[in-house]
């Protein structure tokens, strides 16, 4: 990129940045997102939310920070339904529209 030009993003700033396997970190990421919104919902504090979701309240706190690289979606899943949300997942082909098949978070 030169300073006279915009380079388009590909819609996952972790691929934008070259970073190793990005579907998975966006997939985090937007996990993550949705765990610090049911927090905020919920009024919970990391400590509580670590209690309720079996860690510790340093670990809640590095996941808020961006810190997720080495946690599992399955991880992440499960502290979500540990906070009362349902999970669901669902599998569908891809369509004209969007040929690129996408996993994301609704």
Known sequence: MTANSIDQGTGN???DLGMP???SHLLK???V???ASVLKDQGLTQA???QR???SQPDISRLLRGQFR???VERLLRMLVRLGCAVDIVVK???DAAPTPLISVV
């Open 70 to 72: 080495d946690i599992s």
């Open 93 to 95: 082909p891809t369509s």
């Open 29 to 31: 990421a937007q996990l």
């Open 21 to 23: 396997d990005p579907e």
């Open 53 to 55: 979701v079996g860690v």
């Open 48 to 50: 509580d939310a670590a």
């Open 13 to 15: 700033v972790f691929a």
């Open 33 to 35: 997102a949705r765990l």
